[in-house]
């Protein structure tokens, strides 16, 4: 217990900070509004589809994510900079990587919860349409929970090297933009033999990719275990980035 109270402590700090600077509000509002707008709208969602599915309304989650989640966490670690407390933080008796747990998890529960906000849609399918699919329902927003997981996990690396917020907003919205469009990319472009390797791993290393098969409400592990290699690897970058400014 007492292992995991300096987490729990960073956690909540952070959770109520959410709050306390309207910025989750404002989150949850516009993550509500907005996709929902998209999908019954533009994508044409179960109108177009004829069928009691949200699976367009996940495919174009992933896009979604490049600006909510990049806008919820450009001041994970730039603001502590611009505020002066993150020297304040390295006082704490805390290390670093439980500093870096709590804000993710103070992050990722926000994600959570406004995922949970538009299970709304799929009840008033249930009622009004009926027959709807919760098992892949439920596989689609456990892929988005992984998804929305090595985004924040990005953007905290990419915050961590930046000092200004509208810095680590644009680069990480840019960075995750370019990350997601890799793979297609990359599939209309000419590499000869010798390379097609690379063209498999660069393709393999889009996002949307690994995405596409929880949109159908397929869970296969070998997505699992990509999205949760992406979260690992940015926390290692993180903590590296912060323990080299703790160093200066």
Known sequence: MKANSGIMTIYKKEFNSFFYSMVAYIFLIIFILVPNILFFFFFGGIFKENIASMRSYFMMLPFVFVVFIPGLNMGSWSKEKEDGTLELLFTFPVSEI???IGKFLASLV????ALAATLFIPILIQIFLGNFDWG???AQYIGAIFLASSYI???FFISSINNEMVNSFLISATFLLLFNILGFWVSTIHFPYALEWLRGILVW???IL????FSKGVIDF???IYYVGITIIFFYLNLRSLESRKWR
């Not at 690994?210 to 098969?213: A, C, T």
């Open 136 to 138: 892949q329902l439920a």
């Open 210 to 213: 690994h995405f596409s098969n």
């Open 205 to 207: 290393a889009s996002p």
């Open 153 to 155: 996990a990005i953007t």
């Open 110 to 113: 926000i994600v959570i919860i």
């Open 98 to 100: 439980k500093v870096i």
């Open 222 to 224: 070998r997505d699992v």
